[in-house]
């Protein structure tokens, strides 16, 4: 089954390993065999990981990328053994996590990961608003 992308000018694309950026101008592309991808939407580079959560989705994304991704299946239980520790309530997420990829389903498992980033956003943000104690 044929996988048509639509990409915006200048929206970059990565494709089995390959950084694509498209042209000026809006481009369809169909992809037509099995390959592994991820758009720039779904792209977290190393520069803006600066949560723990982000740092576990680069893991992620280098788990799905990679031809052999053992070592970095090794760093993401690392990562998410120290996640776990700090904020215990995040074991449902990373149990979905691991789910995913026990079943090699990788590009669901950065899925999964965006629901970590996005509960991580909201614990810190309701730490950022929760008044001082004791005060």
Request: charged share 30%; glycine share 4%.
């Amino acid at each position: 089954m044929a996988l048509r992308i639509e990409l915006k000018p200048q929206e970059r694309l990565i494709i089995n390993g390959a950084l694509i950026r498209n042209g000026d101008r809006r481009s369809v592309f169909v992809i037509e065999n099995q390959c592994k991808f991820l758009r720039e939407s779904e792209i977290i580079s190393e520069t803006e990981a600066d949560t723990a959560a982000k740092r576990l989705c680069v893991t992620l994304q280098f788990i799905y990328l990679a031809d052999n991704p053992a070592e970095a299946e090794d760093l993401f239980v690392r990562q998410a053994s120290e996640i776990l520790e700090a904020v215990p309530s995040t074991a449902p997420y990373i149990l979905a996590i691991q789910d995913e990829l026990s079943a090699r389903q990788y590009h669901r498992a950065i899925k999964r990961g965006r629901e970590l980033i996005a509960y991580e956003r909201q614990l810190h943000d309701r730490l950022a608003t929760a008044p001082a104690a004791g005060g």
